[in-house]
């Protein structure tokens, strides 16, 4: 079971940056051109949120069935001193949640908004800054943190 919802979990990681990177350029595109928030606007906004919180579910039942991170949990004093233990068991976890938390709420707050400049600059920011939080902690093949590959195998 670990070893496929590991391989989900990456997998749908791809979808989920895709969707954050496209709802970001129709939301620099919409707010920089001054256009008109569309339906086609609001779908992408639920859609590459409604991808993260998909990944976040898959994140958290994997941290559940982890045996790195229930080592990381039951020998939190030597684990958080291992810079791959700390890294899952912690580092990923939280600035993923952060990362998710910023397009709920992003997301939120431009459903919420009157005029269509104000949906696509409130995405636009938040999306953004969701982005780079979610960049940072991703498991890069190239990452000087801890490194994984670019897709996981079965």
Do not use: C
Not at 6 to 13: E, G, K, P, W
Not at 15 to 41: C, E, H, N, P, T
Not at 94 to 100: E, K, N, R, S
Not at 112 to 140: E, H, R
């Amino acid at each position: 079971m670990y070893a496929i919802i590991l391989a989900i979990h990456s997998l749908v990681r791809w979808f989920v940056i895709a969707g954050i990177i496209y709802a970001l350029y129709r939301s620099y595109m919409g707010w920089l051109a001054g256009k008109k928030y569309s339906a086609f606007d609001n779908r992408i906004r639920h859609w590459s949120a409604t991808l993260a919180h998909i990944q976040l579910v898959l994140g958290l039942w994997l941290y559940f069935i982890s045996p790195v991170t229930n080592y990381f949990l039951q020998h939190f004093d030597e684990a958080v001193h291992q810079r791959q233990l700390r890294f899952f068991g912690m580092e990923h976890s939280v600035m993923m949640l952060l990362g998710i938390i910023v397009i709920t709420i992003s997301s939120l707050l431009a459903k919420q908004q009157n005029s269509d400049s104000a949906k696509f600059k409130v995405l636009a920011l938040g999306y953004t800054f969701a982005l780079l939080i979610i960049s940072s902690s991703v498991p890069w093949p190239f990452s000087p943190l801890v490194s994984r590959p670019w897709l996981r195998q079965l």
